[in-house]
């Protein structure tokens, strides 16, 4: 929320007073931080363009700390290009059109070279627009709709093909759920994802009546009348499934109306794309068991880069009882890779280091390689895990590393197009028409 000015009664009086202060400010900076300011030319400034207050700073503050312990690591093994890396943070607050603004001040006020960061869509789509407009480079950590291929962002999250639909696919032929409830968070990622999933189980043989739609805003809190109509979906006895897209600290009070409806996961199962191990942390799991989420990471997943992962991360934040989730994996991935496009490139300029991109690969944290497409598209494996009492995931169900897709095989208008920017310079190519559709993210 902007604050109104102290003197918003006297515009000229306020213009002179302003411009009085940055004047002094200017000359006081000058004058004693000149030193500083030169060896602040001497850092590579990474922006970390994450929540730190609202609603989605449950899920997000653990991506700033994430960022935090990259930076603080590679600075250790020497930095880049010889440089050390400076880390600005900015707190965007869930205000979506504040993260425009913020990423508009990471670029033109920081200058920073790369900006990590957002988490949910609806904040994605509101910074679009200024990396594009300024050249940024953004690395965007969280599962997402797909529909969308921008040149400035490189997506190291999950596109639908990555969860959604692995996870509709367990249900229908593990479980054999036979009506769907669709329910999510009222804004892009949810009502998108939603709209391929339709398409894809009618085309599936799910009857319409059998697929049940609701929004919530963010934050919503009562759901027992939602959870009511997810129950007698079921009266006539079929199967009943719950893909979750809700969102933020709204997930909370989901899970704890399906514990007091004393709905388990056999009843009704639920598999979600936005609930972790840092929302279940805060949460008395012992109803939730067997519930279900899909994600490309778990903390479970044992392998030799997961221990060591987990126990830099406990180091870096002095808690063993903190957890790590799928977005800070991508975190991890994303900025490797880009420290390796950045040496390969011998530069941080955005179109250099964009290049160098492709082709990027990185061990993931539960074993195989990630390897960035030409799409701006991570290839991860799918997982599917069973929420345990702890609050941690039992893996159930993995794949072999399958490539993000920008644009649905599933909506009739997606088909058709795809996002090559190595070779064709497009994010939005018609392979029917054989034309480049647009360039900049309108979409």
Known sequence: MRRKPLLSGWPALETDMTFLKTMLSGTIVAASLGSAVMAADDTIKVGVLHSLSGTMAISETTLK????????????????????????????????????????????????????????????????????????????????EGEESSKNVFYTGAAPNQQAIPATDYFLDELGIEKFALLGTDYVYPR???????????GKGIASEDIFVNYTPFGHSDWSKIVADVVALGADGKKVGVISTINGDANIGFYKELAAAGISADDIPVVAFSVGEEELSGLDTSNLVGHLAAWNYFMSADTPENAEFIKTWHAFIGDDKRVTNDPMEAHYIGFNMWVAAVEAAGTTDVDAVRAEMYGQEFPNLTGGTAVMGVNHHLSKPVLIGEIQADGQFDIISETDPVPGDAWTDFLPESAVLESDWKDLGCGMYNTETKTCVQILSNY
């Open 192 to 202: 998108t994802t939603n709209n391929i999933l339709e398409s894809y189980l009618k």
């Open 65 to 144: 700390d994430t960022m935090l312990m990259l930076v603080e690591q590679q600075n250790a093994k020497g930095g880049v290009l010889g440089k050390q890396l400076e880390a600005v943070v900015v707190d965007p607050a869930s205000d979506w059109p504040l993260f425009a603004e913020k990423a508009r001040e990471l670029l033109t006020v920081h200058n920073v070279d790369v900006i990590f960061g957002n988490w949910t869509s609806v904040s994605r789509k509101s910074v679009l627009p200024v990396i594009e407009e300024l050249n940024g480079l953004l690395f965007y950590p969280v599962q997402y």
